[in-house]
């Protein structure tokens, strides 16, 4: 018997975000902090620290340039709604979930770690969503 020769497909995992997937990212993330009823200052910080000023016309629909730490941040909020949307029937339910106080974040919500500002903070929120609604 001899073996097939095996074609090899892209990896497309890692694909840099487009300007204008970047955009549509932003207008999106605006209407997901307003459902979870961030305040200005911590949608700023969930951001990297964007000023209030570009986050004031981001709300005003004016989205400027958005780097590429900005694009991966919003990616992984998205992938938290994402994973909330899975574990929560109830819309409301998951964006009132990261206020709540958490015994497995010691006491701690969700948002209050990932208000610690770290990218690295969304990515390990969207993996313990992911791991909980059972993706991995």
């Known amino acids: 018997m001899q073996l097939q020769s095996i074609v090899i497909t ?4 890692g694909s840099a975000i487009s300007d204008e997937e970047a955009g549509a ?3 999106t993330t605006v209407n997901l902090f307003k459902a979870w009823n961030l305040t200005d200052l911590e949608a700023c910080t ?3 620290g964007v000023s209030a000023r570009t986050w004031a016309r981001w709300k005003e629909g ?3 340039r958005i780097d590429r730490d900005l694009r991966t941040r919003m ?3 998205m992938g938290i709604h994402k994973g909330l949307r899975y574990l929560f029937t109830e819309p409301a339910r998951g964006y009132a979930w990261i206020r709540k106080p958490n015994a497995i974040f010691a006491g ?3 948002l209050d770690l990932m208000l610690r500002g770290e990218i690295s903070d969304l990515a390990a929120m969207r993996e313990w969503l992911d791991a909980e609604r059972g993706a991995w």
């Open 10 to 13: 892209p990896a497309t995992v």
């Open 25 to 27: 990212l932003a207008r």
């Open 46 to 48: 969930l951001l990297g």
């Open 62 to 64: 004016a989205i400027g």
């Open 75 to 77: 990616a992984h909020l």
């Open 108 to 110: 701690q919500s969700a």
